[in-house]
């Protein structure tokens, strides 16, 4: 197997000095941030599949702070809804053209793709290893840690304020140098995008077409927040989710030495995805997700990777076996278990099975467009445990394990691997 052989430098294109003045600035207000909120204007969140109710931006944020968690459907009160219709159809060859004003008056592309599979039908075992286990050795802590120390000197990277535009535009810029170094513009017509919503913050999408249009989609969220002051007050966000976010940086930065990725000569498409605003009721996945809907789009697998960075005392006393979590709720169970057997094959710890609750982080977006998802995460807690807090100014870098994100880092590698170069029916 020929590996595309430019080293990569992730040299970032802020200085630590820069940073470090922004952290110390007063917050930008929001009109100035580019666009006003009011704590008083009305919000529809889903608390469960068909219980909605209208809140105030107050309330919701009382919500937050209480642990529920909810989708803020506003702007994608139908998410799911014509994937939903196009599985009620009656069967369509590619390529036929059929109506869907009748049953979803929304424009949308006539000429739309079926419709994503009911069943997505999984390898059953890792089929790549031996060239997989090639590549992980590149994988490397040491720039997953350069990379979250920057991303956690900005002030916050809440969606609404400068700091989580430029905090956005910073990674954007990053990642898109990566990807021009790897030759994969290039060669594959790789892409990266900035997902522009109508708050200050982008997502940021990469592309890297394979033979087929069938997709496989990493993700993580970028956005932080401070729950007491989310305008004010800092918010790091190291391990939530700044740990997500470096840690599948970092599976791309060694996926792109592969030179069939970089040519686009695997199976699937590959896309890694970093979505604001998930702290809001994962308004970013859910505005993209609809819009991959909306164009028909054939999402074969969704990872998310939310909270990868963190081991509770008892794992570093060496009274506890290290693991992570996968989360089976608004999961897909046939994806679910290939993601254990990736555990299994590619990864030095264990994994248990567990749930989050509805809506606890943007592979729910995924899982009600009608696409199949599954999120992982890092161990549970022990009780009592020291660590930073989530959602205020004390989740700190230095509470994190490297060696733990290092496991993700490997499992992510793996997964998109195993199913870039999967043949589905």
Known sequence: MKYHSTLIALIPFVSAATLATRYNEVQVPLEEAGESLSTQDLRLIELAP???????????????KKGITFMDITATPDLGLLNTHRHLLPSAVEGDEYDTSKIDPRPVDQKAKNPPPKHVIYPSQPAYNSTVQLLIPFLNKTAMRHNLEFLTGFHTRWYRSAYGKESAYWLWENVHQMVEESGASEKGNATVTQFEHPWTQSSLIVKIPGRTEKTIVIGAHLDSINHNFPALLAAPGADDNGSGTVTIWEALRVLLREEKVVKGEQDNTIEFHWYSAEEEGLLGSQAIFSEYEKQGRDVRAMLNKDGVGYIDKLVRQGKKQESMNVITDRASEPLVGFVAKV????????????????????????????????????????????RGSPHTGDDKVEYLSFDHMLQHARMTLGFVYELAFAQFD
């Open 50 to 64: 068909g219980e909605t109710q209208w809140v105030t931006e107050d309330e919701k944020f009382s919500l937050q």
């Open 343 to 386: 555990i299994d094959v590619y990864c030095d710890i264990s994994h248990n099975f567990t749930k989050c609750g509805y809506a606890c982080s943007d592979h729910a977006s995924a899982n009600k467009a009608g696409y199949p998802s599954v999120m992982v995460s890092e161990g549970s807690t022990a009780p009592g445990d020291k």
